[in-house]
């Protein structure tokens, strides 16, 4: 069982910057990423990153985030600049080990003024 928690999340002005945090109870080989959900909205990809650094980033997002991890802490960080309101959700973060896919609680993203 692995145990993933978020942080980071925050009411933020458009235009602005957050850096989102999940680390995991374990070592985890697999691909780390984040996803998000907004009201009324199914959960979309963000960005994912491998063991490896390699990385994949949804259209909405890329240029304006950048997902990096630190294997040694299991730790996946995701920099989000140039935040608008449509970036607003819930973030999930979701790790791979075993075959199975983990998730985060989950940390709130506002983007408002």
């Known amino acids: 069982q692995v145990r993933l928690v978020e942080s980071g999340g925050d009411l933020v002005q458009p235009g602005g910057s957050l850096r989102l945090s999940c680390t995991a109870s374990?070592?985890?080989?697999?691909?780390m990423g984040w996803y998000r959900q907004a009201p009324g909205k199914q959960r979309e990809l963000v960005a994912t990153?491998?063991?490896?650094?390699?990385?994949n980033y949804a259209d909405s997002v890329k240029g304006r985030f950048i997902i990096s991890r630190n294997n040694a802490k299991s730790t996946v960080y995701l920099q989000m600049n140039s935040l608008k309101p449509e970036d607003t959700a819930v973030y999930y973060c979701?790790?791979?080990?075993?075959?199975?896919?983990?998730w985060g609680q989950g940390t709130q993203v506002t983007v408002s003024s």
């Open positions: 990153v491998t063991f490896g650094g390699n990385t």
């Open positions: 374990g070592v985890i080989f697999g691909a």
């Open positions: 979701n790790a791979e080990r075993g075959g199975t896919t983990y």
